[in-house]
């Protein structure tokens, strides 16, 4: 692999992750984690059953926690998965689409989530 100079791309296409979070500590949204890392979350007013997989899983924590910055859930992935920077950047990006889509139907809290 060749290394480049080129500037590193901002990661422009990524969406705010903070309203995702409020969706993911909403009490209309339980999750489970399973042994092997992977997950169930149960959208109670939508009525959905979502399975992630361990990395599915590994953004839902690192989001309920706080981790709301999109490059450092990118850097988290890459260090965690050992993933390369775009691979990250893509996979985070249709992650938080397809689960903001699946929770677009639940109730935020009513109070903003404090930050730790």
Do not use: H, I
């Amino acid at each position: 692999m060749l290394l480049s100079s080129a500037p590193k791309k901002a990661m422009a296409a990524l969406p705010n992750l903070e309203p995702l979070r409020s969706l993911l500590l909403s009490p209309d949204v339980k999750m489970t984690t399973l042994r092997d890392g992977s997950g169930v979350l149960l959208n109670l007013r939508g009525g959905e059953v979502l399975t992630m997989n361990e990395t599915g899983m590994f953004l839902v924590n690192r989001l309920r926690e706080g981790v709301t910055g999109a490059e450092e859930l990118v850097a988290l992935l890459e260090k965690e998965f050992e993933v390369e920077p775009g691979v990250a950047e893509r996979d985070l990006a249709v992650f938080a689409s397809q689960l903001s889509t699946a929770l677009s139907r639940v109730a935020p809290p009513p109070f903003p989530p404090s930050r730790r």
